[in-house]
């Protein structure tokens, strides 16, 4: 009965490198958001996805950063041309159904040398 | 856009003393929800609340959400050791399910 996966734990990468985060749901959940947590600070949402649909990327930033949720596999948080303000612990949460109970992964902490 | 106003930002208190700690905003929120998070993990969720003026109890924790659905507080009561950590209060703003978050309590217990 496991939770909600998400790897790598720890990232490092140098500026201008791509990072990919992963995240697998809890077993039956269709519903993947993604939020990020700069030090010090509380969780901002970054984007809401269903199985192959975006539904909402109203936290995202417009430039370098994409997510998926395939049919099949982990949804995929993508950061191209990282920054050292992308140094940040990223978390993806699952759900059953839209608005219910959010259930959080470890996080990955993704730090840009 | 909508925000939180988490309170306290930070609390230091002996072991067996109560915790009070809330969240208000300007805009009215369908759901409430309180997560503790500790150091190097996700939150995980304590309490949550789906109608104005609800309390909620789950075991040392009691939670409410305000009848104006602009607030919420969450006490603890009789603290220990393992209480220690740092508590978001969480809203749902529409149907859309995404969460704005508060800026944190972060709780420290003295045994």
């Known amino acids: 009965n496991a939770g909600v996966m998400q790897n790598p734990r720890h990232l490092v990468r140098r500026r201008g490198q791509e990072a990919r985060l992963r995240c697998s749901p809890m077993k039956g959940h269709s519903h993947v958001y993604w939020y990020r947590q700069l030090p010090e600070e509380g969780l901002k949402f970054m984007v809401y996805l269903q199985k192959e649909n975006i539904i909402d990327e109203s936290g995202m930033p417009k430039e370098r950063f994409s997510a998926e949720f395939p049919k099949e596999g982990p949804s995929i948080l993508r950061i191209q041309q990282v920054v050292r303000g992308d140094s940040a612990a990223y978390f993806c949460a699952s759900s059953y159904r839209e608005s219910d109970t959010q259930y959080f992964g470890p996080g990955t902490r993704l730090t840009v040398l | 856009g909508q925000q939180l106003n988490q309170s306290p930002q930070s609390m230091f208190i002996q072991e067996g003393e109560d915790v009070s700690m809330n969240c208000t905003s300007s805009?009215?929120?369908?759901?409430w929800l309180w997560y503790k998070q500790d150091p190097g993990e996700g939150p995980v969720l304590l309490i949550a609340l789906y109608k104005a003026g609800e309390l909620t109890s789950n075991g040392r924790l009691t939670a409410q959400f305000g009848i104006t659905r602009k607030d919420s507080f969450l006490n603890i009561s009789a603290s220990i050791p393992s209480d220690v950590g740092i508590y978001f209060c969480a809203g749902v703003y529409n149907q859309g399910g995404k969460l704005i978050f508060g800026q944190g309590t972060e709780l420290s217990v003295k045994p």
């Open positions: 805009s009215i929120f369908n759901t």
